[in-house]
């Protein structure tokens, strides 16, 4: 139990195009998920808080506009990057909380990530 | 502000060795503590989580210890295999489902 699959994997696209990545928890419900980044060799930044049927709350830094978070059920959330640069490619996670399962409840569960590569 | 500090960088081990990875936190209101792996090009998956309730949890070959008074928290991994060769990483958070704050990782190279 507890899957989260990214949609697509990886994707490609041009200077000043959008790009929407999906994020689905297949197995469980998720009240709260949450947007991360990763550069090559790096940990783990965390971007936004996703919370279904509300705004999402953005980490400091991180441009709401560009960036636009949409959670419009319990097991779909989206992330769409809006005029995408070259500087925006990088390797984009989500992980769904699953608000009664794991050992400890409320545990997160990531996503098999997507990677972004703007020309 | 990194309130989740991890070391080794990097860290090479023979198989069937013990690999060691170390964090420290800032945060007192902490109180979730994950480790994950993330192998290239995949998602991180989560290996074993402890409270500050206990000291040690061990799952398999790997085991958590947990020390509050000096808030640190370490990762052992027992009889270390190639196919354990990996990114790690430490995590925290101040309660399971909430945003988790990462250390900078462990790259860990199993050597056969």
């Known amino acids: 139990g507890a899957v989260v699959s990214q949609h697509p994997s990886w994707v490609i696209c041009k200077s000043g195009t959008s790009v929407k990545i999906e994020c689905r928890s297949l197995d469980f419900q998720a009240t709260t998920m949450f947007w991360y980044r990763q550069f090559p060799k790096q940990s783990l930044m965390l971007m936004a808080t996703?919370?279904?049927?509300?705004?999402?709350?953005?980490e400091q830094g991180v441009e709401k506009d560009k960036f636009l978070i949409n959670h419009a059920s319990l097991t779909l959330s989206t992330l769409t990057v809006t005029s995408a640069h070259p500087e925006d490619s990088s390797f984009y996670i989500c992980s769904a909380r699953d608000r009664t399962g794991g050992v400890f409840v409320g545990e997160q569960f990531f996503g098999p990530g997507t990677r972004l590569t703007v020309l | 502000q990194q309130q989740v500090k991890q070391s080794p960088q990097s860290l090479i081990v023979q198989k069937g060795g013990i690999s060691i990875i170390n964090c420290a936190y800032e945060n007192t209101a902490f109180d979730y503590f994950p480790w994950y792996q993330q192998f290239p090009g995949k998602g991180p998956a989560l290996l074993i989580a402890i409270r500050p309730d206990v000291s040690e949890k061990k799952e398999g070959r790997f085991t958590i210890s947990f020390n509050k008074s000096a808030k640190q928290f370490s990762l052992h991994i027992m009889d270390s295999q190639p196919g354990d060769s990996a990114t790690y990483f430490c995590a925290a958070s101040k309660a399971a489902g909430n945003k988790l704050t990462f250390g900078g990782g462990t790259r860990v190279l199993v050597k056969p």
């Open positions: 996703s919370n279904e049927g509300s705004k999402a709350t953005y």
